[in-house]
């Protein structure tokens, strides 16, 4: 079957712009993820959700990053404002939720910011 | 101190021989461990993941746990060049958080 989708696979932005990641989870998924990956950070969480719960926001670095989930599948990450540092891979993980923790990632978006 | 700590190598192995690869965290309460392999300019693949102690194989990888010890590590039989790439280990924190905190790889490479 299909796997994670993220669109785009790589977007430049100036900075200051604001840029929305999509990312489509494995289909019957309820539970999905953002990490980011940058060569100073590591792989880092930014959010997650599942089902209809609130999502966990702990990892979102500023109020300049927010996401949405519509419908229980696809969300989009938003970044305001971007910034140099806001540079990374981006990316999107989906799993069967509840019990199940195995992640599946997508191909991410590599965001550069000049 | 980090939560996840892997040496980030390059750990180099002749091509057939067992790699070995090491991961410790600091969460006592971690409560599902995984690997992921990444190729360069790819993203993170799962290939274990392990939820109680003692081993668990998969062809030719074994994860093995100790909750005791905190340490998780997986083992490759039979490395092949193919299997050159970083390995992430990743946990969950803290009781119910689905999370995953990565360490920061060990990269390895088999020789042909």
């Known amino acids: 079957g299909a796997g994670v989708s993220q669109s785009p696979s790589n977007k430049v932005t100036e900075k200051g712009k604001d840029v929305e990641l999509r990312c489509d989870p494995i289909?019957?998924?309820?539970?999905l993820y953002w990490y980011r990956q940058s060569l100073g950070q590591g792989l880092e969480f930014l959010i997650y959700?599942?089902?209809?719960?609130?999502?966990?926001k702990s990892g979102l670095p500023s109020d300049r990053f927010s996401a949405e989930r519509t419908g229980g599948s696809v969300s989009t990450l938003t970044i305001q404002r971007t910034q140099q540092e806001d540079s990374a891979v981006y990316l999107c993980?989906?799993?069967?939720?509840?019990?199940?923790?195995?992640?599946?990632f997508g191909p991410g978006t590599r965001l550069t910011v000049t | 101190q980090k939560e996840v700590e892997q040496n980030s190598g390059p750990l180099s192995v002749p091509e057939g021989a067992i790699a070995s690869l090491n991961c410790t965290y600091s969460?006592?309460?971690?409560?599902?461990f995984f690997w992921y392999r990444q190729y360069s300019g790819k993203s993170p693949e799962l290939i274990m993941s392990?939820?109680?102690?003692g081993d668990k194989e998969d062809g030719r990888f074994t994860a093995q746990l100790n909750k005791a010890s905190q340490y998780v590590s997986l083992l490759i039989r039979d490395s092949q060049p193919s299997d050159s790439a970083t390995y992430l280990c990743?946990?969950?924190?803290?009781?119910?958080?689905?999370?995953?905190?990565f360490g920061s790889g060990t990269r390895l490479q088999v020789q042909p």
């Open positions: 993980a989906s799993s069967r939720g509840q019990e199940i923790y195995e992640q599946y």
């Open positions: 289909s019957g998924h309820t539970a």
């Open positions: 959700f599942q089902g209809n719960s609130a999502p966990d």
């Open positions: 969460d006592r309460v971690s409560q599902s």
């Open positions: 392990i939820y109680s102690n």
């Open positions: 990743a946990v969950t924190s803290g009781t119910g958080r689905r999370a995953l905190t």
